[in-house]
Each structure stands twice: as structure tokens, then as C-alpha cells.
């Protein structure tokens, strides 16, 4: 099934992006969406149309004799049949990724939840990117000793301006890496010799930080201030991600970060003018950066005014061959075969929770309690939890495919239980784990299992950007502002950063977003009484990824710290019992295939 994507910005106006000294491409968490959105047309372009529009904007920059950095902060993996349905998972993937022209690229957490998969990106990846690949803070031992992922930072000099780069790549203080890894704590990297060398080199015009981090966060703070202190003059130039929102903060006059959403929706553009390289001519009005960034949504429209190629030469032969090469891997894993057909649209936030329009109350009303099976515990009351997280994406009314699960479900946890927990003690449980004052919040974050943020501010004309630091009426540093023209708008992203509520390229039309759940409860086989009159034990059945979170719940209602540990868990269902499959298995069997 391959639902043809029409054009999908008809009647749109596209703002010409305002181009500096030094101007990036910026991607990041596209968990494998790069063989483009087949039901969305406003995010339809595929990695081949991305090379094209790399290729051109290369181009434009050497045309204008500026300089120009296509830079991508991870989270490449996990979320899309392209990367989940090959064996090993990934492995067209990667053959693909190795074609995108990128000059700076660095690991997300998704390189590193599975041993398999992070081996690979150390074995592939690393070395066909060489020093370009940037992880300041991890390290692997596959073969005995403890080495680090790969190269900790890059010094380089820009071909046009001459400029001298000095870049790091980061991931956050992620705790739920498999045991062949290890990440360091950011501030401790921060000590090390290395990273002071680097930062203590004064022949650098900019530092350039490429993080797998949330630009509103503690330990992307730490980077910017200890660079900063180093280097009370020098520009800082941060590429965020991770949480999956479109996003931009001002550090100092000098200093930003770009954040630039998720799945192969949205290509970052950020300019910098007022660069003073250590030995050129000194900027004329004393060194005032400005800054200019822009969210091009990732349909070739966009791509193709932006590249000022319109329609007819926009292809590039290896962008033509790249778009050839994806159709035929999914031609091969067969992500197009038609399993059911959704009868609705779910959502995971665009629709209230709980709500009939809602994919985690679907999931919790109907699915899981029907595909979440033990024979030999059928009869058992059940209480199910899965964490919020390990749902991706919606689910669209009409053909349910291969790929869809994978969109929507993609990761291999099983399911394990706790036998007959007394019922005042599970009932407890959702509790602890959605309450934010529950030690399991913070062991969440650390191990990367919130939901992503998805936040889209409103488009309120009166709010005040976010963050405008205290007294500085304008965004500090300064920025080139552009008039917006009245446009027909379709849904999309609607973005308010810390400059302002312009950064949209297309302008969308705004809706609600709402509150995800942390973890997800689902109740099956209950008494119909049981409101009065409770079963007195029940099973508590889990995703095995929050099994120690479900341990250190129950230990924490019943005030023990032994009472529970995750080796007295047994399995629920089997190892190939995926939420995935049940799923696909839920759809062939309840859904049809006569899709209207
Ligand atoms: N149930 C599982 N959830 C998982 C697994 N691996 C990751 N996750 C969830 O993903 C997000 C983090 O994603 P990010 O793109 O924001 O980095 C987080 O909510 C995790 O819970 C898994 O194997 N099983
Ligand atoms: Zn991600
Ligand atoms: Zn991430």
C-alpha cells in the first residue's frame, strides 16, 4: 500500500531563509523514518530527497562562498520497519546513512539499548565516518577493555571563511545503555584533561557541541558554562536533541542551541553572521553574532525552493538512486503487506487521554487485555503495565501494514509478572509510577523512558517567548526577523522558542497536544464485581524494560527493600511475544481487510 503523497503544500509561501557566514542542516532523532512518511504528505520526502537538497544547499553555499555543516544527533534507530523489520535490525540503515554527506554526527540513546545494535554503530558506522563521529562521553568494551565509542571532539578549519571549529558530540547521563557501553556523567567528561585542552585552545573561533540532548536541560547548561568560562568571548554554536520537539534557547549573547523535532519531519536550518576568524579582519561592530534558525518541514516542496532548483533539476542522480535503493529494501523486508484495516485514527496526544480517540486507551480497553495471555494464568485477574514511552506514533484510520507496527510499537520487550500480588498493593502501583513526586520519574529520565516531549506551544501572539533571559527585552544576540504573510494553513508543527513564534517554515495550523502517560495500566479477567468486591491477589504483568522500576514500586508501597527483586519475576509469554506481534496479530484478526 503506498497511499500516493500530493503535493502537500499547495497554496504555501515559502520564506527565503536568510543565509550567514555559516549556515547548518541539522537532523536528529529520525529513528529510522528515512523512507519518508507514506500518510502524511507534509513530511513525504525520503533520505534520497534529503541527499538532493544537501547537494544543492552545498552548492548554494559555495556559490554565496560561505561556509556550510550538515550535522545529525542520533537516535537514527528503533521506530521504523526500515530499521526494525531487518535482521540484523538496522542493516539497511546503515547502508543508507553512509550516503548521506553529514560532517558531524553523533550517537542517541537508541544506539545503545541494544548490545547488537550498538556494536554495529561502533563496527559501521564509526569507522566509515572516522573523526567526524563524535562521542565525548561513551565508551565500549566488545573486546576487553574499555575504548571510547568514538572520537571524542574535531578541530577543523571551514574551506571558505577559514573559521577554526573545535566540535564535541554528547549524549545525556543515559543509564539504560547495554553493559557493552557505558556513558559518562557529562560533568565528569567536563574534568577530564582532554576536554580542558580543548577548551583552553584559543586559537578556536567557534565551539560547535552536537548533543543527544534536550536543549532545556541540566547537563547541555554544564557544556555551554564550562566552555563559556573558558571562553568568555568565543561563539557556541549547540545542536540538541532527544525529546522530539522543535526547539530553540538562547544561552548568551553568543550561544544557542537548535533542537529540530523527530522522524524525518523536520530538517533544521541555523545561520551564523559576525564570526570573527583569530586572524581576519575583526567584525565592525564588535563581534555581535547573529543568529537566524528556520524549521523546513521535510517534504520536497520545501526542499525544492529552498535549493532554488523548483521542480526540474531538484533530483540529484544520487538522491534519484538513494529513493530507488529504500523502495527496494522495503520491497524486501515487505513493509507494504496489508494486515488490517484501522477503523478509526488513534493518536497518542493529539486526542485526550483516556479517550475513544486515544491510542493508549485503545490499547488498555482492547488489546492488551485480549493479547496479553498466559493459558496456564488465564484465569487469573491481570493488571498490565507498559511504559508510555514505548509508543511512537499514531495510527491512521485505514491500511494497518507491516511497517505500521513498527511505526507504532517497535521494541522487543516481552512481558514477565509478579504472581498474586495482593490487591491493595497493585492497585498502588500506577500511582508511583505516574506520580512525578515518585522516585521512578527520575530513575525514568535517566534511563530515557519518558514519553518524548512533544510540546507545541500555542500560537499565542501575545506570549512572550520562552525563556528571554531576565531585563533582555530582545532575544539576546542578535536575530534577523522576517514578516509573516497570510498563508492557508494545514495541521502541523506550531513552534514558540525562545525567538519568538516565526521558526515554522510552513506555517501550520495549530492543535491541541495532550498529556501522555508515563506507564500505562490495563486490567484483564477482573470479576464483574470487583469494584466491591476485589479479587485478593492479582498477577501484575510488565514490559520486562520496567521491571526493576516495577520492583522498587511494589518494595516502596509495602515499605520493604527486599520484597521484590527482578529475578523473582518469571516470564509472562514468550520471547517472541512482542507487543509488536500481538499487535499485527490483533489487527489480522480483528480488523478486516477491506480498507474503505
Ligand atoms: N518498552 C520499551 N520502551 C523503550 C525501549 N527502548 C526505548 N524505549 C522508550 O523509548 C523512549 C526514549 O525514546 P527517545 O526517542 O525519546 O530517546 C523512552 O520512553 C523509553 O521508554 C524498549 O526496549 N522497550
Ligand atoms: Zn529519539
Ligand atoms: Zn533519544
Not at 503506498?2 to 503535493?7: D, L, M, S, T, Y
Not at 550516503?99 to 559501521?124: C, F, K, R, S
Not at 524549521?295 to 530507488?324: C, V, W
Not at 514468550?574 to 474503505?596: H, M, N, P
Amino acid at each position: 500500500i503506498q497511499p500516493q503523497a500530493k503535493n502537500p503544500v499547495d497554496g504555501q509561501e515559502f520564506r527565503d531563509l536568510e543565509w550567514g557566514q555559516l549556515n547548518f542542516l541539522h537532523t536528529t532523532d529520525n529513528h529510522g523514518w528515512h523512507g519518508g512518511h507514506l500518510q502524511e504528505p507534509q513530511y513525504s520526502a525520503d533520505l534520497g530527497d534529503y541527499i538532493s537538497f544537501v547537494s544543492h544547499m552545498r552548492r548554494r553555499a559555495h556559490e554565496k562562498d560561505v561556509d556550510f555543516l550538515v550535522v545529525d544527533t542520533g537516535d537514527r534507530s528503533e521506530g521504523n520497519g526500515l530499521w526494525d523489520a531487518s535482521d540484523p535490525k538496522g542493516m539497511y540503515t546503515r547502508r543508507i546513512l553512509q550516503q548521506l554527506d553529514v560532517d558531524i554526527l553523533t550517537t542517541g540513546n537508541h544506539e545503545l539499548y541494544n548490545g547488537t545494535t550498538a556494536l554495529n554503530e561502533h563496527l559501521e558506522m564509526v569507522p566509515f565516518f572516522g573523526d567526524r563521529y563524535l562521542s565525548s562521553n561513551i565508551d565500549i568494551n566488545w573486546r576487553g577493555e574499555w575504548e571510547p565509542f568514538a572520537n571524542r571532539s574535531l578541530k577543523f578549519v571551514t574551506p571558505k571563511m577559514g573559521f577554526n571549529v573545535t566540535a564535541f558530540g554528547f549524549l545525556f547521563n543515559f543509564t539504560g545503555n547495554h553493559p557493552i557501553t557505558r556513558v559518562k556523567p557529562v560533568a565528569t567528561v567536563l574534568e577530564e584533561q582532554w576536554f580542558k585542552d580543548a577548551i583552553a585552545d584559543k586559537e578556536v573561533d567557534l565551539f560547535l557541541v552536537a548533543a543527544h540532548i534536550d536543549v532545556h536541560t541540566l547537563e547541555l547548561q554544564q557544556i555551554h558554562d564550562a566552555i563559556r568560562a573558558a571562553n568568555p568571548e568565543t561563539p557556541i554554536q549547540i545542536f540538541g536533541g532527544h525529546s522530539h520537539i522543535r526547539d530553540f534557547k538562547v544561552f548568551d549573547e553568543k550561544s544557542t542551541a537548535l533542537e529540530s523535532g523527530r522522524y524525518c519531519e523536520t530538517v533544521g536550518f541555523l545561520s551564523l553572521d559576525g564570526l570573527a576568524p583569530e586572524h581576519g579582519p575583526k567584525p565592525k561592530d564588535g563581534g555581535a553574532i547573529t543568529t537566524f534558525r528556520r524549521y523546513i518541514d521535510f517534504n520536497r516542496p520545501g526542499f525544492q525552493h529552498h535549493s532554488g532548483t523548483g521542480g526540474a533539476n531538484f533530483d540529484t542522480p544520487e538522491g534519484l538512486s538513494m529513493s530507488k535503493e529504500i523502495t527496494s529494501y522495503r520491497q524486501l523486508l515487505d513493509l507494504n503487506r496489508l494486515i488490517g484495516c484501522a477503523p478509526q485514527d488513534f493518536s497518542l496526544m493529539k486526542d485526550p487521554f483516556p479517550g475513544p480517540h486515544n491510542w493508549y486507551s485503545y490499547l488498555a480497553e482492547t488489546i492488551l487485555p485480549e493479547m496479553v495471555r498466559n493459558p496456564m494464568r488465564d484465569s487469573h485477574p491481570r493488571m498490565i503495565f507498559i511504559n508510555g514511552g514505548s509508543q511512537r506514533f499514531d495510527v491512521f484510520k485505514g491500511p494497518f501494514t507491516y511497517d505500521t507496527s513498527f511505526l507504532v510499537s517497535p521494541f522487543t520487550s516481552r512481558f514477565m509478572y509478579a504472581k498474586d500480588v495482593e490487591w491493595n498493593v497493585a492497585t498502588q502501583l500506577l500511582d508511583y509510577f505516574n506520580n512525578d513526586a515518585s522516585p521512578y520519574s527520575a530513575s525514568a529520565r535517566a534511563k530515557g523512558d519518558l514519553p518524548p516531549l512533544d510540546k507545541h506551544a500555542d500560537y499565542d501572539d501575545a506570549k512572550q517567548p520562552r525563556n528571554v533571559m531576565p531585563g533582555a527585552q530582545i532575544p539576546l544576540g542578535r536575530r534577523k526577523k522576517q514578516k509573516q504573510k497570510k498563508r492557508t494553513l494545514v495541521k502541523g508543527y506550531t513552534t514558540n522558542d525562545d525567538f519568538g513564534h516565526d521558526g515554522d517554515d510552513t506555517v501550520h495550523e495549530y492543535f491541541e497536544k495532550y498529556p501522555t502517560p508515563k506507564v500505562l495500566q490495563s486490567n484483564a479477567s477482573f470479576p464483574a464485581d470487583y469494584a466491591t468486591n476485589p479479587p485478593p491477589v492479582v498477577d501484575v504483568v510488565f514490559f520486562d524494560f520496567i521491571a526493576e522500576n516495577v520492583a522498587d514500586g511494589l518494595n516502596a508501597i509495602v515499605s520493604r527493600p527486599d520484597a521484590w527483586s527482578r529475578d523473582m519475576f518469571e516470564m509472562y509469554m514468550g520471547r517472541e511475544d512482542t507487543l509488536t506481534k500481538l499487535i499485527l496479530e490483533f489487527a489480522a484478526k480483528e480488523w478486516g481487510r477491506d480498507c474503505v
